[in-house]
């Protein structure tokens, strides 16, 4: 079946089509890449159509499709079991890794997504501090749990909802929304409600309205002010844990958390999440403490072990960060080039291997900046790149995402397919 054949059927048994809204390519006006194997850096879909991927199934894929240590782990966990409802020395094993590499936690708790991490992160901060309000920014996408899903970046971003029916006001009025990169709008917020804010949560690199990164003065004044106030400051890291560096952002940007959560990359692509925080904090998770927290297949064997195989690859090889850099940087520096001799204006932000082209001639800091962008344009961009095989985000409000499989000559392409689109996309305007 071709891919619109198989979105048309999707529709009629599945809400829009598809179980997570970015993928049904709404915002970029066309129909949905059905992903039908994937090898490397490159994505065969269902009409045996093959792509350079930088979707990398939204950023897990640090090694690329089916890397040999991720098939070794998949077909071991499943000749031992997939599932069992009891702790396995996997768990610890996962565990012991991830506090050990990450500055500041002493324990974590594993769960099943990014969503279940932060909402449970945040009960954990509500029951530690005995407060009930929380802090987020305008463009920050923490998940869909209810508190969260106020000026959310991702997929409420891309479809302009930046809040949701459905979720009581009573929830709502318990999150406080501040500014990215302005400090003096979490001073003011701060002080209006002394007393009642249990966490400040924050990507330290905002990925999901676009890579904007926190600026190291805004970082640091967050710092000082959970301090003074006691509040708990949680770095959502569900996309940049173990990708911006094997340590993550406290060794990229030298900022230290109370608490983080990660998801994706700790899984090597397996459904997975974790959340943890010093010690005094975690212990207030059940059973240790009287914080409610749990699941079934939480830590369950097949995660653990696919997601402590891709870990401890990561930890034996630092050259995978250094090929990473040195591939983001070669695309970061080209694609400046196209943007140079083309005279556009567009904005091109980079983090390590994550990677934002943003068609707006306006710098971008936070929010605000990235609703200037030209969304239609990006379509048009986005289409041009999938027709001459290069799948990138279908949101203009997402990363790409490169992963060690990219080769220099998928990049050169990558960088000839990215001339070539912008000029078919401003000749189509002047037609």
């Known amino acids: ?34 992903a039908k194997k994937g090898n490397g850096s490159h ?9 350079i991927d930088y979707i990398c199934s939204w950023g897990p894929l640090i090694l690329g499709h089916g890397h040999p240590i991720i098939k070794k782990a998949i077909i071991e966990a499943s000749e031992y079991g997939t599932s069992f409802g009891l702790p396995t020395h996997l768990e610890v094993e996962m565990a012991k890794l991830v506090v050990e590499s990450y500055p500041g936690i002493d324990q974590v708790r594993m769960v ?42 991702s997929g ?18 318990q999150t406080l929304v501040c500014t990215y990169n302005d400090l003096a709008s979490v001073e003011q917020c701060i002080a209006e ?15 999901n309205m676009g890579i904007v990164p926190a600026n190291a003065e805004f970082l640091k004044g967050l710092r000082e002010l959970c301090n003074q106030h006691q509040i708990v400051l949680i770095f959502d890291e569900v996309i940049t844990g173990f990708r911006v560096s094997y340590h993550s952002c406290p060794e990229y940007l030298g900022i230290i958390p109370d608490m983080v959560c990660f998801g994706k990359i700790i899984g090597g692509g397996l459904p997975v999440g974790a959340y943890g925080g010093r010690k005094e904090i975690m212990e207030m998770v059940s059973p240790s403490g009287p914080v409610y927290q ?12 696919v997601g402590l195989a891709q870990l401890t690859y990561l930890k034996d090889h630092p050259e995978v960060y250094e090929h990473l850099e040195n591939s983001a940087r070669y695309l970061e520096n080209g694609i400046q080039k196209i943007l140079n001799k083309l005279n556009l204006p567009y904005q091109l932000h980079r983090q390590k291997s994550l990677l934002t082209l943003f ?21 048009l961009f986005f289409k041009e790149m999938l027709s001459q095989g ?25 960088l000839d397919a990215v001339y070539s689109a912008l000029v078919k996309c401003h000749d189509s305007l002047s037609d």
């Open 43 to 51: 994505l065969i879909d269902e009409e045996e159509k093959e792509y």
């Open 359 to 379: 068609f707006t001639s306006q710098p971008i800091q936070g929010y605000a900046d990235v609703q200037t962008c030209d969304t239609k344009m990006y379509a």
């Open 156 to 173: 409420a971003l891309t479809f302009n909802m930046p809040t949701s029916p459905g979720i009581p006001e009573e929830i709502i009025s």
């Open 193 to 207: 409600y002394p007393q009642d804010i249990a966490a400040i949560i924050l990507e330290p690199i905002a990925a």
């Open 294 to 305: 749990a699941g079934t297949l939480s830590g369950n064997p097949l995660a653990m072990r």
């Open 1 to 34: 079946m071709s891919n619109r054949e198989l979105f048309n059927e999707a529709c009629r048994y599945i809400p829009g089509g598809v179980n997570s809204p970015v993928r049904a390519f709404k915002s970029v006006d066309g129909i949905p890449v059905f």
């Open 390 to 414: 290069i799948l990138i985000a279908p949101s203009q409000f997402e990363a790409w995402f490169l992963s060690d499989a990219h080769t220099q000559q998928d990049l050169d392409k990558t």
């Open 112 to 153: 099943n997504s990014g969503t279940e991490a932060t909402m449970s992160a945040l009960r954990v901060a509500r029951g530690y501090t005995n407060r009930n309000k929380i802090i987020k920014f305008e463009g920050n996408y923490h998940g869909h749990s209810d508190g969260l899903l106020v000026k959310a970046g």
